[in-house]
């Protein structure tokens, strides 16, 4: 099995298990954890997601030894099999946590990136390798990075392909947090937790905000924040929240559709 599904407390953990090659990805674990996150969204019980790797590494990108002979005319196939997992972790409506457990290298750094809230293991990496093989950075790394670390350092990162340590990409700004090794799972789960008791039709609704962001002008940035606030505000969750509020206790949230 490529992938290992947890079901816990209103979330799924799902490991990547291929730890003889640091998590390299393949296909078979490519569609693995398309079907994984169908099959979450699919389940209401199910209010978020967190990932994380097998071993001592989070995914060291592309299984190599799948490309060696692949002739080139094949590499646009193979892309487009990952490219549906970028967008689906990107388009989710769940809330995802990714805990950077080791080295996260190539697509496995950009795997990472499209989850919503990236902590890694102090010992954790973050490495571009593509240049180191001759390719560039895909699974959207060339628009992720930019849009969270900047340009100058988008392009450093992409050129040199030198590993950049889990502290300095927090400093970056690249991800959330980086905590020690032995807190990671916990910190990880416990974040999972708390989202999963979150008001998970906002969430979804902020997903999708934030990814129009990337291409909207402010106008209709502000016109679509009415439109999903007016979904959000639909959701009990909203007004829940509000009494609570008024009623000074801790809000209890469903995470149902209005
Ligand atoms: C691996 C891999 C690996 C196979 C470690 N494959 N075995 C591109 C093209 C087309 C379509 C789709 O998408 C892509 C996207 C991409 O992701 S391209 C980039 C692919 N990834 C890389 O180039 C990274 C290759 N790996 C490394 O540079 C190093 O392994 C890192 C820096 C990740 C970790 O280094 P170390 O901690 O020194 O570990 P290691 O190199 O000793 O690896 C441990 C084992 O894992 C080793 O096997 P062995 O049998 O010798 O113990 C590696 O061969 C294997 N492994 N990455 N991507």
């Known amino acids: 099995m490529t992938i290992l599904v947890e079901r816990r407390a209103g979330y799924r ?13 393949n296909i078979e674990m490519g569609e693995a954890l398309v079907a994984a996150l169908a099959a979450a969204e699919a389940d209401p019980a199910c209010r978020a997601l967190m990932l994380t790797g097998m071993g001592r590494g989070f995914c060291a990108g592309q299984d190599l030894n799948e490309i060696v002979d692949m002739p080139v005319a094949e590499i646009p196939a193979l892309i487009d099999h990952y490219n549906p997992l970028i967008r689906r972790l990107a388009a989710s409506p769940l809330p995802i946590v990714c805990a950077v457990n080791g ?14 809230i990236v902590l890694a293991a102090r ?5 571009q390798a593509f240049a180191r093989i001759g390719l560039i950075p895909d699974c959207g790394g060339t628009w992720f990075l930019p849009r969270l ?5 988008a392009r450093a990162l992409a050129l040199l392909a030198e590993p950049l340590p889990a502290e300095t990409a927090a400093d970056w700004g690249l991800i959330w947090r980086a905590i020690d090794d032995d807190r990671l799972l916990p910190e990880a789960e416990g974040l ?12 979804g609704l902020m997903k999708r905000a934030f990814n129009a962001a ?6 209709r940035q502000l016109d679509l924040e009415r439109d999903l606030q007016s979904e959000a505000a639909a959701a009990p969750d909203h007004a829940e929240g509000v ?16």
């Open 149 to 153: 670390v900047g340009i100058a350092r």
């Open 192 to 203: 999972a937790e708390r989202l999963a008791a979150g008001p998970t039709v906002a969430y």
């Open 243 to 258: 009494r609570a509020f008024l009623e000074k206790r801790p809000a209890s949230f469903a995470g149902k559709r209005g």
């Open 13 to 25: 953990r799902i490991t990547l298990n291929r730890p003889e090659r640091l998590n390299a990805l």
């Open 123 to 127: 010992s954790a990496s973050f490495v």
């Open 103 to 116: 080295v996260a290298a190539g697509a496995g750094a950009n795997l990472a990136l499209a989850c919503d």
């Open 214 to 219: 990337a291409s909207n002008d402010l106008a």
